[in-house]
């Protein structure tokens, strides 16, 4: 008698995608690592199963830093304009 053993490899499988190529936007400073380099992003979560992505986790979007990763989730365009606004008082 034989036995397999199949071994079933799971994760969770993260894209990024662009939000808005207006270079103004990818710009905004980072509270936690006092950077220029956060940008809005669209985040879309899977939990996969052999690198097949099949239960969403999380879909929406996020103001993203890619140097230390720091995340902050907003729902509308209005939102994103009101930092970029703040952080233009900010430096006057």
């Known amino acids: ?21 207006n270079p103004q936007l990818n710009s905004l400073y980072c509270p936690n690592c006092h950077n220029y380099s956060v ?14 992505p099949l239960f969403p986790i999380y879909w929406g979007k996020q103001l993203r830093c890619p140097i230390c990763q720091w995340r ?7 939102q994103v304009d009101k930092v970029v606004q703040e952080q233009k008082n900010l430096a006057r």
Request: glycine letters at 4%; charged letters at 25%; aromatic letters at 20%.
């Open 1 to 21: 008698m034989s036995f397999f053993c199949i071994p079933i490899v799971c994760g969770i499988k993260q894209w990024d995608k662009q939000y808005d190529s």
């Open 72 to 78: 902050q989730d907003f729902k509308t365009r209005q």
């Open 39 to 52: 940008g809005p992003v669209k985040r879309r979560e899977f939990i996969s199963i052999w690198f097949i």
